[in-house]
């Protein structure tokens, strides 16, 4: 055996050794390029970082602050610490006893000597509709007791000894709770522990659910049907022509959305134009109920939407070459079939983006609906301004903020399911 | 769902306080009250000449009297006004919840001086208002004679505007129903007297308008929208006066309420508020109001000081109150308010 030959077992061998060598290198110049990289994005992460914390700050926390209080309310049971320890081995049936009747006591003397008794009086009657009255009238009875003894002045009252009471003022110390969102969704805990409807005459929310939906879906499908034609126009028509039209129809985009509304109150109204211009027409031989009305709010929301829908939609029309649809032509296909084959597979995107966009928009118009549409035609944003600025019960404005954005984000998320994030095309 | 011009209002307001709040000094006092004809008023009656007499520079606000601007101002306890101009029931409201002051009338005048209801611990009078039926003569042939009258509907057909609340309604309701204004209150706490006061509305609900800022049942009018709407008898006085509509006021069946002004809690310069308080309290300036916007004195011994071309047009003026009238209810209001507007807005919505 002479010198040492590379045989044929060695072979592989050297081959790994190479590609390990090969792999080494490889891995460090990647490591070093991740390092690299690394440093570019902690310096362009350190320039948006104003952005995010601002974000966070203003936007993030405020909104998970705001909506925790849909689920989160200490109020009753930071109120009644003494009924809340009394309760502890109440099976929950009948009535719970004298023990928990005097600690109720306490705790309401302890809450007026704070000055928190109205909240909590408010708070069991977000549970238990006229609640309010009892527990501030209780109050004040055990403040000028004049020697008589509370457990008295707690029986004296019967609201105490009411069925109902006791289940939602335990209800209530719990600091997690689910009422409010059940509310939301027109649902209440029965006294079996079930989940069951609210009677019919407290019935609001689901319907009201149900219609944003409704005006949103209608609004959107009216953007549509008018969007699409002008997005063609204006992407098949000359440059300067294009431009007029682009103006056109931002030129309203660009106008206050109060402005916009309180202009068609002035067209809609019953003396206004459009009533004016369709007797003229002789269309109706009566004035029609345009203002207050679910029409007159469709109108105008499709008015203030339009943009929205056309926008996305225009911005991928543009995209796609007219020579494709001369290829189609000039391969047999009738006008119809090469707009279904070759066009509406690519404008497809657009037309999801801007229907997406103004149905999302739609469901929390507020202003819109409260100048425009009757009492019948007010959206889910109404009432929780309502429930923040009028009746002051934050809870379940949350709640019902909450289930609206869990409602956005499932849709949200189911188009983006069937058409892919990088396919939304928005502008 | 109400008051959406009032939100953004108070938005501006907002900013304009988060400036103002640093500003302030000594002499300045913040006042916030809800706008349109009735605050022109107050100006002129109230703020200019207490300016001039004190030199107390006066910031005005503005918003329509929704307690959540307050309640968010006292929660996070950024207070940047000194008073605020409220409705009775949301004095109760504001008051139970602690985002009121309660006032010292020591400092303000004799209590017993004010008509009956119109002294509250936590917000004092301000004037008299009656809400009331306005009509278009030129539009409706026929005249209506009493407020009641909104429930005929086959005498006055078409649509009539109501405020988008229960209060006065549901009174209106029972009434309509043949309850007597004594009993209303008696009525309208027990369960069957609120179904049977939503039964009444229901019988005209689809010929109901509702509005909810005081300058729009005048624009109603105007724009021949409705044939009739409740309103508060100042707007309608304004657009009859200053912009001479051929507006016709019912007083039959009216409603009398107060108006009030509170000091929030944390506000910053109570002292100077307690200041303007007694001033406005005074009997010979509470009287002055009434010149400006016909809305009657809440001081007893104001009577005497109240211009004598005013006095027929106040809602508390004798000939006013020879028909039937009702008082309103300020303690119903703050006991049953809450759950009555939950129950009035789940009606309306359905």
């Known amino acids: 055996m002479s010198a040492l030959q590379p045989s044929d077992l060695d072979r592989p061998a050297l081959a790994r050794g190479r590609s390990a060598a090969a792999d080494t290198d490889l891995k460090s110049v990647s490591a070093a390029l991740r390092r690299a990289e690394f440093g570019d994005r902690l310096r362009s992460l350190a320039l948006a970082a104003p952005l995010l914390v601002l974000l966070a700050l203003s936007f993030g926390i405020p909104i998970v602050l705001l909506l925790s209080r849909a689920v989160y309310d200490p109020t009753i049971a930071e109120a009644l610490p003494k009924t809340t320890a009394a309760l502890a081995d109440w099976n929950g049936q009948g009535q719970p006893g004298d023990a928990a009747l005097a600690a109720l006591a306490a705790d309401l003397s302890d809450n007026q000597a704070k000055g928190t008794a109205y909240e909590l009086a408010k708070s069991i009657n977000a549970r238990l509709p006229g609640a309010r009255s009892q527990v501030l009238k209780t109050v004040r009875k055990l403040e000028n007791a004049g020697g008589q003894p509370p457990l008295d002045i707690m029986k004296s009252v019967p609201f105490w000894t009411a069925p109902g009471t006791w289940p939602a003022i335990a209800s209530g110390t719990h600091r997690l709770t689910s009422f409010y969102l059940l509310s939301a969704l027109d649902l209440r805990w029965n006294a079996d522990g079930g989940i069951e409807r609210v009677p019919p005459e407290q019935a609001i929310f689901l319907q009201v659910f149900m219609r944003t939906f409704f005006v949103a879906a209608a609004v959107t499908l009216a953007t549509l049907l008018l969007g699409f034609p002008l997005a063609y126009l204006i992407s098949s028509v000359p440059k300067g022509l294009a431009a007029i039209l682009i103006v056109a129809v931002l030129l309203p985009f660009w106008t206050s959305i109060l402005v916009r509304t309180a202009a068609w109150t002035v067209l809609l109204q019953k003396f206004g134009l459009v009533n004016d211009l369709l007797l003229w027409l002789g269309v109706g031989s009566d004035r029609l109920d345009l203002m207050y009305s679910r029409m007159g709010l469709i109108i105008a929301m499709t008015h203030i939407q339009l943009p929205f829908t056309l926008l996305p939609i225009y911005s991928v029309m543009r995209t796609i070459q007219p020579s494709q649809m001369k290829a189609a032509y000039s391969l047999g296909a009738r006008p119809f079939t090469a707009f279904r084959r070759v066009y509406l597979p690519q404008v497809f995107p657009g037309v999801m983006a801007g229907c997406l966009l103004t149905f999302i928009l739609c469901l929390g118009y507020y202003i819109t609906p409260a100048l425009i549409g009757g009492a019948s035609d007010q959206l889910i944003s109404n009432f929780i301004a309502n429930y923040v600025n009028v009746e002051l019960n934050w809870e379940m404005a949350a709640a019902l903020s909450f289930i609206l954005l869990v409602f956005t984000l499932a849709l949200f998320g189911i188009f983006a399911r069937i058409l892919g994030f990088d396919r939304l095309k928005l502008v | ?350």
């Not at chain 2, 703020?47 to 030199?55: C, N, V, W």
């Not at chain 2, 039964?199 to 689809?206: C, G, Q, R, V």
């Not at chain 2, 007083?251 to 007694?278: R, T, V």
């Open chain 2, 1 to 350: 769902m109400k008051h959406v011009r009032k939100n953004l209002l108070a938005l501006a307001a907002a900013t304009a306080c988060m400036t103002i709040g640093h500003a302030a000094f000594a002499d300045e006092l913040s006042i916030m009250a809800s706008g349109g004809a009735w605050q022109d008023a107050q100006r002129k009656a109230w703020f200019e000449p207490f300016s001039k007499e004190t030199g107390v520079k006066i910031l005005e606000q503005e918003y329509l009297g929704d307690l959540g601007k307050v309640k968010a101002m006292v929660d996070t306890g950024n207070v940047p006004i000194d008073l605020v101009t409220v409705e009775t029931a949301t004095v109760l409201q504001g008051c139970d919840a602690g985002i009121l002051e309660r006032l010292d009338y020591s400092k303000i005048g004799p209590r017993d001086k004010f008509i009956e209801g119109s002294a509250l611990d936590c917000g004092v009078g301000l004037d008299a208002y009656g809400d009331i039926l306005a009509y278009d003569p030129t539009v409706l042939k026929d005249a209506p004679t009493s407020v009641l009258d909104l429930f005929d509907t086959t005498k006055f057909p078409g649509k009539r505007a109501m405020r988008k609340f229960p209060a006065q309604n549901l009174e209106w309701a029972l009434m309509a129903d043949g309850v007597a204004p004594a009993d209303i209150y008696k009525v309208l706490a027990t369960p069957e007297g609120v179904d049977r006061a939503f039964k009444k509305l229901d019988t005209i609900k689809k010929d109901i308008v509702w509005w909810d800022a005081g300058a729009q049942p005048a624009q109603l009018l105007a724009s021949k929208e409705v044939v009739m709407t409740t309103a508060w008898n100042g707007r309608i006085q304004n657009a009859i006066d200053t912009d001479g509509k051929p507006f016709k006021i019912v007083w039959n069946n009216q409603i009398l309420e107060y108006d009030m002004i509170a000091i929030p809690k944390g506000a910053k310069s109570p002292d100077l508020a307690y200041k303007y308080l007694a001033y406005i309290s005074e009997p010979k300036n509470n009287a002055k109001l009434a010149s400006y916007i016909t809305y009657g004195p809440v001081r007893t011994d104001a009577a005497s000081f109240v211009a004598p071309d005013a006095l027929p047009k106040l809602p508390n003026a004798p000939d006013h109150l020879s028909g039937a009238y009702l008082v309103a209810d300020t303690e119903f209001w703050g006991d049953y308010g809450e759950d009555l507007v939950k129950r009035f807005n789940a009606w309306l919505a359905q």
